[in-house]
């Protein structure tokens, strides 16, 4: 087993059961972010909140 493999072991143990907490956190930093930036980069922070929230779905067995 290669150290990404064990890494997304990992990631699979903290996730399983808490997807939905994970996911409105990475809302909650995206809208933090937007409001400190003044939604400059609010194209970049909405495709990086859809990027973390499909992988999160993608390590619990959820559909993205």
Do not use: P, R
Request: hydrophobic share 40%; proline share 0%.
């Amino acid at each position: 087993m290669g150290l990404f493999d064990d890494l997304k072991g990992k990631a699979q143990d903290l996730i399983d059961g808490n997807e939905e907490a994970i996911k409105e956190g990475i809302d909650k930093a995206g809208d933090f972010v937007d409001e400190k930036t003044g939604g400059k980069f609010a194209e970049q922070v909405d495709a990086v909140q859809g990027a973390a929230s499909d992988y999160v779905a993608s390590l619990s067995g959820q559909d993205a």
